[in-house]
């Protein structure tokens, strides 16, 4: 299982409110009319997208949204791709095109656990610095995940900056914490509140 994350904020002098609604428009028209490979997907407001500078008028970090779309496997991502510009969704694609502001991305493959979006109100994102040791998977998930609802997820394609492991938990498990985690690397914790989730 692959997951398509978008990193974005509105443009300036666009109401958050308005934003989230061609958001929703979106989702909801790629759930309505799901392309070949597609398992759904999600969009969260974040308080603060620590990798997302551009598009804020300081370049400081700033609240943001985060999208996931979840695919079977790497030809379901063309097909993602073709799809959310084709009939059936371009308009809902361009009305929230038209608002946003900087965004990034990146594509993230289910490593252990659930592919569950919905309740997993928690992500802890682990990165490091580098040249760091690698880390076994037990030592990033140590105790506390939970595999019926929580999910590991590895960046397998950078399209801008992203951290390397993604923790979707229902809260924040022992094993991501700092005195856990090897030498190089560090977590960070980040609430989200839903937006669409299917």
Known sequence: MLAYLTWHRPAE???????????????????????????????????????????????????????????????????????????????????????????????????????????AETAVWVSSAPNPLRPSLPALLGDGMDPASDGLWRRCLGLGPAPEYCLLARETPLGVSGGRLPSGWHARTVGRQPVWDG
């Open 13 to 119: 002098r666009v109401d958050a409110p308005v934003y989230e609604r061609a958001l929703e428009r979106f989702h909801r028209s790629l759930a309505h009319r799901p392309p070949s490979g597609f398992r759904g997907s999600a969009s969260f407001r974040l308080p603060i997208v620590p990798w997302l500078t551009t598009g804020s008028p300081d370049g400081a970090e700033g609240p943001g949204y985060e999208d996931w779309y979840l695919i079977e496997d790497w030809a379901a991502v063309g097909v993602l791709e073709e799809a959310a510009v084709a009939a059936g969704h371009t308009s809902a694609h361009e009305g929230i095109a038209a608002l946003a502001g900087g965004e990034t991305a990146a594509i993230y493959r289910l490593v252990e656990g659930a592919a569950q979006l919905r309740g």
